[in-house]
């Protein structure tokens, strides 16, 4: 069992690295577009198919944690995105990392963004429901990069209220297994935010 886990840890890391350096090698200086930065729920997005009418850039990497975005962000600086479009979290909380550290990791992280790009380009996402145990840390932590977005000027996106069931799980028909989407979740997702990346809606009123 444990050379299985062992092998695991070594694929996942061989494929984070081959992510990270994809990434890197295919960004060149001032290519701009929406980016959509963050874990696996961004990572199997089909951005290029949800937004067909604008240039986007899928940053995200499956299995990352804010510690690891944070590790990442010289090609968003190469970049310059019109957007910047961030989701984060999730992994830190199944992993049993603090709220308060992960609060901070992306505190640093919008804090590094803010100083090369438009505050008014950064829209940093609630992080979605999942299975109904996560719901306090989660709500808890959204209540934090509330108070971040708030502190740097810059938008907050709740997708909590947008995805919860009421009881605070993903609601069921956007999910297989109760964390990532489906293409039902994925549409709703671009439902919540296509005015903001097609820029059809005025950030007003996100931070409240």
């Known amino acids: 069992m444990r050379w299985k886990i062992a092998l695991s840890k ?21 290519m701009g577009g929406v980016i959509f930065f963050g874990d696996s729920i961004t990572h199997w ?36 995105p019109e957007k910047l479009f961030i989701l984060i979290g999730t992994n830190d909380l199944g992993l049993g990392i603090s709220i308060e550290q992960t609060a901070a990791n992306v505190d640093l992280m919008i804090s590094r963004l803010c100083e090369q790009l438009p505050p008014e380009s950064i829209f940093l996402q609630a992080v979605m429901p999942r299975a109904r145990k996560f719901s306090t840390r989660i709500k808890a932590l959204n209540a934090r990069y509330r108070e971040i977005a708030l502190q740097h000027a810059i938008a907050y996106v709740d997708l909590f209220a947008h995805f919860d069931d009421g009881t605070g799980q993903l609601i069921s028909r956007y999910t297989e297994d109760h964390l990532h989407l489906n293409g039902a979740g994925y549409l709703a997702w671009r439902e919540r935010i296509g005015p903001l990346v097609l820029g059809t809606s005025s950030v007003t009123g996100e931070n409240g």
């Not at 070594?10 to 001032?30: C, F, K, M, Q, Y």
């Not at 499956?62 to 690891?68: A, F």
């Open 45 to 80: 997005g089909r951005w290029e198919l949800l937004f067909p009418t604008i240039s986007t850039r899928n940053f995200g990497i499956s299995g990352e944690r804010t510690d690891q975005l944070l590790a990442r962000l010289e090609p968003i600086f190469t970049c310059r």
């Open 10 to 30: 070594l694929i996942l890391n061989g494929l984070w690295v081959s992510s990270r350096t994809l990434i890197e090698a295919t960004v060149t200086p001032g």
